[in-house]
């Protein structure tokens, strides 16, 4: 067995990163066939041009069009004003044309960028993007044994492939690369980002040299990852097998692999293909896209918010990287702080943000939708706390109500909930006396005259006791402070 922590000490593994985008259109890609094969019987979501039959000719999807070039911009990449498709010959029983129509020379989406928290350092580091292309899906091949089923529901479901630069150099990185890219393609409308129906997919290149070495290793190539976790196992596992094969002075063949998520291992499927191998030429059949680049400003001027843009907003807030993250995770959450935020101060906006991610992050709690609670009531609730109406305990509950009751306010929910605090000094004052003339609380109050400070709390203890648990603890401790100096 390798000792690992050395070997990553004397080995570099270099990650780039693949990830198909299914995008967010009604139709495919070039036909009216429905895009969203979700529960779908196989073979249903299929048309003429789909199947390839002879005299289908392909009409290109607008929309899909106008996706990719959110795509780019959120990628902070350069739009190509043109583009062109070409052929990708290859044989599978899944491509019934014989050969996929992509943007192998002339992309849609140039050179870019996707900013991520290094999770080694903590620091803001860049990863580049190569460049990013249209393209068609192939269908499904499910085998059984010694026969084969094929779905082709997916054939012509319109994609953008994400070709990033080999930046990523553990596998932590490329978790947490591929986790952003999500957010960015989900925030900005382009893809609906169900990784489990497929939404997104990631091929991941991996290769291992020694530290310092001019050139990298041979590469091989993960593909159809579903989930940040199995980008994040996969790599760690790859990285481990290369290098016992490096120690042991074998070879780490170009290969195809794919990963086995019960075993968690990857498995060799084929040799990697060569660029040649696909017998590339240009589409005859559809037209260049030209844009204007008053197309493109236009949908810059439409982009919404993205994940940096609300982390820029929430920076005077100090919630650390772990907290942001979460929130992020929730796009109608980000939004909904971002709104309250505009209308109230950083400390109340602070006490909302930790209550989406404490309480609304709660697999209890997950469903609930922002949306259904006006900003003015999360901030009085935040007021509320703040001011020591309600304990940290009752507020939470507050909150959760606050999803049910239609537009009652905080402060009538919470008094609905009988869960204000007790406040008053009078009132406080009066109990505190009940309290400190209590017999069994003598010792503790000759305790506190004595300096003893860690006896109030059993005294404050007492009086939350008599007053219900409505009284304020930090009121109680200072009326008590008062009374015995």
Same mark, same amino acid.
């Given at each position: 067995m390798i000792d690992l922590k050395k070997m990553h000490e004397k080995y570099e593994m270099t990650i780039g990163v693949e990830c198909h985008v299914q995008l967010a259109t009604k139709t495919k890609l070039f036909s009216g066939a429905d895009n969203d094969a979700r529960g779908a019987e196989p073979n249903t979501k299929v048309s003429p041009?789909?199947?390839?039959?002879?005299?289908?000719?392909?009409?290109?999807?607008?929309?899909?069009?106008?996706?990719?070039?959110?795509?780019?911009?959120?990628?902070?990449?350069?739009?190509?004003?043109?583009?062109?498709?070409?052929?990708?010959?290859?044989?599978?029983?899944?491509?019934?044309?014989?050969?996929?129509?992509?943007?192998?020379? +002339?992309?849609?989406?140039?050179?870019?960028?996707?900013?991520?928290?290094?999770?080694?350092?903590?620091?803001?580091?860049?990863?580049?993007?190569?460049?990013?292309?249209?393209e068609e899906d192939a269908g499904k091949s499910t085998h059984y044994g010694d026969y084969s089923l094929i779905d082709l529901n997916r054939a012509g479901t319109p994609l953008i492939e994400i070709v990033s630069e080999p930046d990523i150099h553990s596998?932590?990185?490329?978790?947490?690369?591929?986790?952003?890219?999500?957010?960015?393609?989900?925030?900005?409308?382009?893809?609906?980002?169900?990784?489990?129906?497929?939404?997104?997919?990631?091929?991941?290149?991996?290769?291992?040299?020694?530290?310092?070495?001019?050139?990298?290793?041979?590469?091989?190539?993960?593909?159809?990852?579903?989930?940040?976790?199995?980008?994040?196992?996969?790599?760690?596992?790859?990285?481990?097998?290369?290098?016992?094969?490096?120690?042991?002075?074998?070879?780490?063949?170009?290969?195809?692999?794919?990963?086995?998520?019960?075993?968690?291992?990857?498995?060799?499927?084929?040799?990697?293909?060569?660029?040649?191998d696909y017998r590339l030429m240009p589409e005859p059949d559809v037209p260049p896209i030209v844009l204007t680049a008053e197309q493109v400003a236009e949908a810059r001027a439409a982009m919404p918010l993205l994940p940096c843009d609300y982390r820029a907003k929430w920076a005077g807030l100090e919630l650390g990287e772990a907290v942001v993250n979460a929130l992020l995770d929730n796009q109608a959450r980000a939004a909904k702080l971002a709104e309250v935020l505009a209308k109230t101060d950083?400390?109340?906006?602070?006490?909302?943000?930790?209550?989406?991610?404490?309480?609304?992050?709660?697999?209890?709690?997950?469903?609930?939708?922002?949306? +259904?609670?006006?900003?003015?009531?999360?901030?009085?609730?935040?007021?509320?706390?703040?001011?020591?109406?309600?304990?940290?305990?009752?507020?939470?509950?507050?909150?959760?109500?606050?999803?049910?009751?239609?537009?009652?306010?905080?402060?009538?929910?919470?008094?609905?909930?009988?869960?204000?605090?007790?406040?008053?000094?009078?009132?406080?004052?009066?109990?505190v006396d009940e309290v400190l003339a209590l017999p069994e609380t003598a010792r503790a109050v000759a305790d506190v005259k004595n300096g003893e400070m860690k006896a109030i709390g059993f005294l404050v203890g007492q009086v939350m006791k008599r007053s219900g648990g409505k009284a304020n603890p930090g009121a109680v401790n200072k009326v008590i402070q008062a009374k015995l100096q």
């Amino acid at each position: 067995m390798i000792d690992l922590k050395k070997m990553h000490e004397k080995y570099e593994m270099t990650i780039g990163v693949e990830c198909h985008v299914q995008l967010a259109t009604k139709t495919k890609l070039f036909s009216g066939a429905d895009n969203d094969a979700r529960g779908a019987e196989p073979n249903t979501k299929v048309s003429p041009i789909d199947w390839a039959l002879p005299g289908m000719l392909p009409v290109l999807n607008k929309k899909a069009v106008d996706l990719a070039i959110k795509a780019g911009l959120a990628l902070k990449s350069q739009i190509n004003l043109v583009s062109r498709f070409d052929r990708k010959h290859y044989f599978y029983p899944d491509l019934p044309k014989g050969y996929q129509t992509t943007q192998a020379n +002339q992309p849609i989406i140039g050179a870019g960028k996707v900013e991520v928290i290094d999770p080694a350092t903590g620091e803001l580091t860049a990863v580049r993007i190569e460049h990013a292309h249209l393209e068609e899906d192939a269908g499904k091949s499910t085998h059984y044994g010694d026969y084969s089923l094929i779905d082709l529901n997916r054939a012509g479901t319109p994609l953008i492939e994400i070709v990033s630069e080999p930046d990523i150099h553990s596998a932590a990185a490329a978790k947490a690369y591929v986790t952003e890219l999500h957010r960015l393609m989900t925030y900005s409308g382009v893809s609906y980002g169900d990784l489990f129906n497929g939404n997104m997919r990631f091929d991941i290149n991996i290769s291992v040299a020694l530290k310092g070495a001019k050139e990298l290793g041979e590469r091989t190539e993960i593909k159809n990852l579903n989930s940040f976790r199995s980008v994040e196992r996969a790599a760690d596992y790859e990285f481990q097998r290369q290098v016992e094969l490096l120690e042991k002075g074998e070879k780490v063949l170009r290969e195809t692999r794919g990963w086995n998520e019960a075993k968690q291992k990857t498995i060799g499927q084929r040799s990697k293909e060569q660029a040649k191998d696909y017998r590339l030429m240009p589409e005859p059949d559809v037209p260049p896209i030209v844009l204007t680049a008053e197309q493109v400003a236009e949908a810059r001027a439409a982009m919404p918010l993205l994940p940096c843009d609300y982390r820029a907003k929430w920076a005077g807030l100090e919630l650390g990287e772990a907290v942001v993250n979460a929130l992020l995770d929730n796009q109608a959450r980000a939004a909904k702080l971002a709104e309250v935020l505009a209308k109230t101060d950083t400390k109340l906006a602070k006490r909302v943000a930790n209550w989406f991610v404490s309480v609304l992050g709660s697999e209890e709690n997950a469903e609930l939708d922002v949306a +259904q609670i006006k900003n003015s009531a999360l901030i009085e609730l935040a007021e509320m706390a703040e001011g020591g109406e309600l304990s940290s305990t009752a507020a939470k509950e507050v909150l959760v109500k606050l999803f049910e009751s239609g537009e009652k306010t905080a402060r009538e929910v919470a008094k609905q909930m009988n869960l204000l605090q007790v406040n008053d000094e009078c009132e406080l004052g009066r109990i505190v006396d009940e309290v400190l003339a209590l017999p069994e609380t003598a010792r503790a109050v000759a305790d506190v005259k004595n300096g003893e400070m860690k006896a109030i709390g059993f005294l404050v203890g007492q009086v939350m006791k008599r007053s219900g648990g409505k009284a304020n603890p930090g009121a109680v401790n200072k009326v008590i402070q008062a009374k015995l100096q």
